[in-house]
């Protein structure tokens, strides 16, 4: 199996920064997909970000510009840097992965969720 162990939310101002993190462990052959989800109270999960293996990156139109979601494969480690956050980003943040494992069957794992809070 694989576990998912996020960091890095909090409270912060609007306009401020914050860096999240979610590193995979386990019985990993490789990691495929990774990304992250958020879900604000009252809402849907919605995608954020997402990186392939190979590196290519897609965002909700909602962040471009101001997130930027990378890994690193040594660590098997994906990030999401926030910048210019603003109160409607508030919202519980999941990373999801797409991984094969040395079984050589393939799973989809969710993190348990960082909070983070935009707000004054």
């Known amino acids: 199996q694989v576990q998912l162990v996020e960091s890095g939310g909090g409270l912060v101002q609007p306009g401020g920064s914050l860096r999240l993190s979610c590193a995979a462990s386990?019985?990993?052959?490789?990691?495929?997909?990774m990304r992250w989800y958020r879900q604000a109270p009252g809402k849907q999960r919605e995608l954020v970000a997402g990186?392939?293996?190979?590196?290519?990156?897609n965002y909700a139109d909602s962040v471009k510009g101001r997130f930027t979601i990378s890994r690193d494969n040594a660590k098997n480690t994906v990030y999401l840097q926030m910048k210019s956050l603003k109160p409607q980003d508030t919202a519980v943040y999941y990373c999801?992965?797409?991984?094969?494992?040395?079984?050589?069957?393939?799973?989809?794992?969710w993190g348990q969720g960082t909070q983070v809070t935009v707000s004054s």
């Open positions: 999801n992965v797409d991984a094969t494992l040395t079984s050589r069957s393939t799973i989809q794992n």
């Open positions: 386990g019985s990993i052959f490789s990691i495929n997909t």
């Open positions: 990186i392939t293996s190979g590196g290519s990156t």
